[in-house]
């Protein structure tokens, strides 16, 4: 690792799955790195250890999502420890599936918490904090364009997440401040794997052309992507991760 950028990234929901893949792969690509975690502070505290043991820089901070002051405080915490903040990745989310009859007020208002009102908090805190020049990078959802059922209520918070995306990329200008999405397919992570049977899982790893779940590691490539050099005419868009499947 060694190669530090003098950079500094923020990545949400971070202590495991997608998120701390993504962590692990902005710091070897030479960003300081931010792990947020919610309740595993353990696992957090691994994700810096292993950044750490490869010659990268980390810190862990602990915030709910929902509350506007918890993020405020990833952001004190990030600029406390590296100077400042360039990059925002916004992993941090629930998946609680339901039909939109069954979806009891508890689900929806704990979605739209997480995922719509937990990026909107990190967005507002980053359109006014990023250093000019940096990226954020929210998390939608192949199944924005999928739409089976059970997914109402998720798929209408990340559909909520991309509107924002585009809206910020054009409040953005005159910053050089890219903002984009990644809308991942099927991961093999906790979140997906756990509450479906193995014939779930193996027909939704078929249903992509390329016939396989994704892994983590190809979701962090495409934040890296956006992330780094090489995305840096890609602004206001959403990259769908999923090997095909829609």
Do not use: C
């Amino acid at each position: 690792m060694g190669n530090q950028n003098g950079k500094t990234a923020i990545v949400t929901g971070a202590s495991g799955g997608i998120g701390s893949a993504v962590a692990e792969r902005l710091a070897r690509d030479g960003f300081a790195v931010v792990v947020h975690y919610a309740g595993n502070a353990a696992a957090a505290e691994a994700v810096v250890r292993g950044i750490e043991a490869a010659g990268g820089r980390a810190v862990s901070a602990r915030a709910d999502v929902a509350d506007p002051a918890a993020v405020a405080r990833v952001f004190d915490a990030a600029e406390a420890a590296f100077g400042g903040v360039d990059v925002l990745v916004n992993t941090a989310g629930t998946m609680d599936l339901a039909t939109i009859a069954e979806s009891d007020d508890r689900l929806f208002d704990r979605t739209v918490a997480t995922n719509l009102k937990g990026t909107f908090n990190a967005l507002r805190e980053a359109a006014r904090r990023l250093r000019d020049g940096g990226r954020i990078v929210n998390f939608s959802s192949s199944v924005t364009a999928l739409l089976m059922p059970t997914y109402g209520v998720y798929a209408a918070t990340k559909a909520a997440v991309e509107a924002m995306t585009t809206v910020l990329a054009k409040e953005m200008r005159g910053r050089g401040i890219t903002v984009n999405a990644v809308a991942p397919g099927p991961v093999a992570t906790k979140l997906f794997l756990d509450g479906k049977p193995q014939e779930a899982v193996d027909a939704m790893a078929k249903a992509a052309p390329l016939g396989r779940l994704g892994q983590p590691d190809d979701i962090a490539a495409a934040v890296a992507f956006l992330a780094g050099p090489d995305g840096a005419w890609i602004n206001g868009q959403t990259l769908r991760a999923n090997g095909g499947i829609v």
